[in-house]
C-alpha cells in the first residue's frame, strides 16, 4: 500500500508544523533529529512496546497504530492550546 501524503490547506505549513512536532516531542523526553521529526514515532513506539518498522507495518492493529500517533498529536494539541491561553491571557 502507497504512503499517504498528508495536504496542508495553508501553503507552507508543513514546515513548519514538522519543526513545531521537533520541539514538542523533545519537551516530552524524546530524542528528536530536526531534520526527521517523523522518526520520533519509533521511539513513542518503543516505549508503548508497539513493534513498529521502517517500512511495512501491515501486521499493527489500527489501535496500535493509534495509540503511536495519539501520543505525539495528543502532545502536539495540548501545546497548541497552552499557547493559545497564554496569548489570550496577555491581551489583557
Do not use: C, W
Not at 69 to 88: C, F, N, P, T, Y
Amino acid at each position: 500500500m502507497a504512503r499517504r501524503r498528508r495536504r496542508y490547506a495553508v501553503p507552507g505549513a508543513e514546515q513548519g508544523m514538522q519543526q513545531f512536532k521537533a520541539e514538542v516531542m523533545k519537551r516530552e523526553g524524546y530524542a528528536v533529529d530536526p531534520a526527521r521529526p517523523d522518526d520520533v514515532k519509533y521511539e513513542v513506539a518503543k516505549e508503548l512496546g508497539i513493534p513498529l518498522q521502517p517500512g511495512d507495518n501491515g501486521n499493527l492493529t489500527t489501535e496500535s497504530a493509534g495509540h503511536i500517533g495519539g501520543k505525539i498529536g495528543g502532545s502536539m494539541v495540548r501545546e497548541m492550546i497552552r499557547l493559545a491561553q497564554d496569548k489570550i491571557a496577555n491581551r489583557e
